[in-house]
T-cell receptor, first 112, second 114 residues
């Protein structure tokens, strides 16, 4: 158990809908990362937050947004969902913006 | 462009045999390199982390090497076990990288069979 908690574990929704994925980082970790992993693909970096502020942005679609709250948990919002958004979404956390990241177990999103 | 390339894409070996996975990167300036193991449908778990000055690091039956001059790393697994079946991902962190702090390879999918 990495100490990073993601909810829900599974999510099935229809195209055009909006969902929110939640991540609780390890105790004491200030940095949160979000990644997308499509079937048989590598992990794609979406966005990173550090202590509530956006730190780095990767290949994140405009339909997607994220935030990190004062208690350091983070949410990833996915809207106007398309079939191609079906993937595993991982959250990772680290103590600082440059130390090792520990991954959660992921949220499997299926868009039908 | 910062990239991490891994080979082979997939590998099947018999239980008890050794294998070596390769990682080539173009990430610059280099900060560190990590190997992760990812079981199917689970989050990646760190195996080793190597900085510029480290050539070899072991973690049980896993030994990682790093050649910072040629920008290559390898992960050697000895006496493989069925539980080693997973994807192995090479991840390179760039120093002062701006928008891409971590660059991921696509992984090598290892299957260990009895």
């Amino acid at each position: 158990d990495s100490g990073v908690t993601q909810t829900p574990k599974h999510l099935i929704t229809a195209t055009g809908q909006r969902v929110t994925l939640r991540c609780s980082p390890r105790s004491g970790d200030l940095s949160v990362y979000w990644y997308q992993q499509s079937l048989d693909q590598g992990l794609q970096f979406l966005i990173q937050y550090y202590n509530g502020e956006e730190r780095a942005k990767g290949n994140i679609l405009e339909r997607f947004s994220a935030q990190q709250f004062p208690d350091l948990h983070s949410e990833l919002n996915l809207s106007s969902l398309e079939l191609g958004d079906s993937a595993l979404y991982f959250c990772a956390s680290s103590v600082t913006a440059v130390t090792e990241a520990f991954f959660g177990q992921g949220t499997r999103l299926t868009v039908v | 462009k910062n990239q991490v390339e891994q080979s082979p894409q997939s590998l099947i070996i018999l239980e008890g045999k050794n294998c070596t996975l390769q990682c080539n990167y173009t990430v610059s300036p280099f900060s560190n390199l990590r190997w992760y193991k990812q079981d199917t449908g689970r989050g990646p778990v760190s195996l080793t982390i190597m900085t510029f000055s480290e050539n070899t690091k072991s973690n049980g039956r896993y030994t990682a090497t790093l050649d910072a001059d040629t920008k290559q790393s390898s992960l050697h697994i000895t006496a493989s076990q069925l539980s080693d079946s997973a994807s192995y991902i090479c991840v390179v962190r760039a120093r002062n990288s701006g928008n891409t702090p971590l660059v991921f390879g696509k992984g090598t999918r290892l299957s260990v069979i009895a």
